[in-house]
């Protein structure tokens, strides 16, 4: 069975850091681009960073940029997301899912979506 979990999350103060991780479990990472999304309460999911197989990146989100990165070690099986600099708005619980080879703006072509990990920003 093919799946993905994600941990790292937690309560974290404004301007602070987390990193993510997406671990693979029943198929290794190497061919799959993998994506992270998030969704705040009341709102619509939406696409964060994703890495293709050959470590391209693709942003999804203005709101991000400069601020999180995307990484992938293969030998581990593992998707990273490194997020500095932290906002109350970064508040969501965050997926990571997989899609073949190389990354897309649509959220209905990533498959194995994990259960997600909640972040909370705040003093």
């Known amino acids: 069975q093919l799946q993905l979990v994600e941990s790292g999350g937690g309560l974290v103060q404004p301007g602070g850091s987390l990193r993510l991780s997406c671990t693979a479990s029943?198929?290794?990472?190497?061919?799959?681009?993998i994506g992270w999304f998030r969704q705040a309460p009341g709102k619509e999911r939406e696409g964060v960073l994703c890495?293709?197989?050959?470590?391209?990146?693709?942003n999804y989100a203005d709101s991000v940029k400069g601020r999180f990165t995307i990484s992938r070690d293969n030998a581990k099986n593992t998707v990273y997301l490194q997020m500095n600099s932290l906002e109350p708005e970064d508040t969501a619980i965050y997926y990571c899912?997989?899609?073949?080879?190389?990354?897309?703006?649509?959220?209905?072509?990533?498959?194995?979506w994990g259960q997600g990990t909640q972040v909370i920003v705040s003093s």
């Open positions: 029943g198929f290794t990472l190497d061919r799959y681009a």
């Open positions: 890495i293709s197989s050959s470590g391209g990146s693709t």
């Open positions: 899912a997989a899609k073949g080879y190389v990354c897309s703006g649509r959220q209905s072509l990533f498959g194995s």
